[in-house]
């Protein structure tokens, strides 16, 4: 069976541009995550999806960043006006609803 | 808030020799307690967990204590193999938090044969 699923695993993009990311969970799984992890540190959570809804997205730095999941399945994370700051590994997870999470490995995306 | 403090590294060992990767935590109440590892070229795996105080969670030889007298988690294995070099995450979910993971920074450990 498949795990997480993410694209693209790279990604160079210029300051100001806009950029998407897409996770494919698990299948069945009703939670999805996004998490962001910068170079020496541990995943930082971003945001959390209870089939189609955000339940929780208090770990979005500002109103740039914005996720959706519009069937309860795939989410695609977007960014917009991309900033240098912004390079990090986007990191996708699923669960089960109180199940363990199952991380993809990641977007690595860079901002020149 | 939430934090968890880990053990800097990077970490060498020889293969055989005993591991310890000190891990302590802040938060209120009583947190579920996990340490999730990242072999090269993979995605985070949990490699196991402790729910409440005084349980040990254990996997492939690991083994992590949740004590809540010193809001630890030490992760320990007793022969270390080459095959555990990785980057080990102690992290913990708190009471309320909608299931949100909080990391430590990670531990690059590396197995010399």
């Known amino acids: 069976g498949a795990g997480v699923s993410q694209t693209p695993s790279n990604k160079v993009t210029e300051k100001g541009k806009y950029v998407e990311l897409r996770c494919d969970p698990i299948s069945g799984h009703t939670a999805l995550y996004w998490y962001r992890q910068s170079l020496g540190q541990g995943p930082e959570f971003l945001i959390y999806?209870?089939?189609?809804?955000?339940?929780?997205d208090s770990g979005l730095p500002n109103d740039r960043f914005f996720a959706v999941r519009p069937e309860g399945s795939v989410s695609t994370l977007k960014i917009q006006r991309t900033e240098r700051g912004d390079s990090a590994v986007y990191l996708c997870a699923s669960s089960p609803e109180l199940g363990e999470l199952f991380f993809g490995e990641g977007s690595r995306l860079t901002v020149l | 808030g939430n934090s968890v403090t880990q053990m800097e590294g990077p970490v060498t060992l020889s293969e055989e020799a005993f591991l310890t990767i000190n891990c302590t935590y802040t938060?209120?109440?009583?947190?579920?307690l996990f340490w999730y590892v990242q072999y090269p070229g993979e995605g985070l795996q949990l490699l196991l967990k402790a729910t409440k105080a005084d349980d040990k969670g254990s996997n492939k030889g690991f083994e992590a204590t949740y004590r809540k007298e010193t809001t630890s988690f030490h992760l320990e294995k007793g022969s270390v193999q080459v095959s555990d070099s990785a980057v080990y995450f102690c992290?913990?979910?708190?009471?309320?938090?909608?299931?949100?993971?909080?990391f430590g920074s990670g531990t690059q450990l590396t197995v010399l044969p």
């Open positions: 938060a209120t109440g009583y947190p579920s």
């Open positions: 999806f209870q089939g189609t809804g955000a339940a929780d």
């Open positions: 992290a913990l979910i708190g009471l309320g938090s909608a299931r949100q993971l909080t």
